[in-house]
């Protein structure tokens, strides 16, 4: 009976230190996948038009669609409490509503007037608080997304089209990011990561109206405010 009761203590002895040997610790790869919402402030600045449309245009606001997309990410630990990440999501397609309250023949209420393909690779540098036994380890980042906008598709309406008929376009930038979150080890391999992103940008708007209405350009400064919330099951090799 003694040696089936110290046989049975060494063997908790032994699920509790494996089950303490969590991860993120110096020299692990972690891979997850996930999901991420996105969620944008949209603040447009003084448009330009080449044509007859810039007064039309003045106190222009837009507003840009929540989303939620697949999230992927590789996290890279250098030390037991630093490590790197970098996450690609399958691009989602926002839809961007336009008003232009001095819009006169343009019209001002434009909902739905383009579509884009939204594009976020991003690598972000993370410091975990704790140690590597602990099976919470919230953290912070710092890191930066290379944006851009793609497959841009205008409304076919007359005053859309008018704007925007010929093409749209919005440069590509990069953009800081900041970080937080907190990941819950579940096991020495599996995991679950939630975090929150803010993502500031600006970006350079153009715009070219159809022949049919004059073709004109529009051009103009918009600035993006994103925050990202995302969960990811993530595996350790």
């Given amino acids: 009976m003694r040696s089936i009761f110290k046989t049975s203590l060494i063997a ?8 303490s040997a969590f991860a993120q610790k110096a020299g692990d790869n972690i891979v997850s996948m996930g999901v991420a919402s996105i969620n944008t402030d949209t603040d447009v600045g ?13 106190g222009s606001t837009a507003n840009i669609s929540s989303e939620t997309t ?4 590789w996290l890279h630990m250098y030390t037991d409490n630093i ?5 690609l999501g399958l691009p989602p397609t926002v839809t961007q509503d336009l008003t232009t309250p001095n819009g006169g023949a343009l019209g001002t209420s434009h909902p739905a007037a383009a579509k884009i393909e939204l594009w976020t690779p991003t690598a972000v540098a993370k410091y975990f608080f704790g140690t590597s036994k602990d099976q919470w380890r919230p953290y912070v980042g710092l890191g930066a997304s290379h944006v851009s906008f793609h497959n841009i598709k205008a409304k076919q309406t007359a ?33 679950i990561n939630g975090s929150v992103s803010y993502i500031p940008l600006t970006t350079k708007a153009t715009f070219v109206g159809d022949a049919a209405h004059g073709t004109t350009t529009t051009t103009g400064d918009i600035k993006l405010k994103t925050t990202d919330y995302v969960i990811r099951l993530g595996y350790r090799f």
Avoid: H
């Fill in 12 to 19: 908790c002895a032994t699920v509790i230190a494996a089950s």
């Fill in 46 to 58: 003084p448009l330009t038009n080449s044509g007859q449309f810039t007064p039309l245009l003045v």
């Fill in 70 to 73: 697949v999230s992927f990410g």
């Fill in 83 to 87: 490590g790197a990440e970098f996450t």
């Fill in 159 to 191: 005053d859309v089209q008018a704007l925007a008929g010929t093409s749209a376009a919005l440069s590509s930038t990069w953009a800081p990011v900041y970080n937080a979150g907190l990941i819950y080890n579940i096991d020495d391999k599996w995991s």
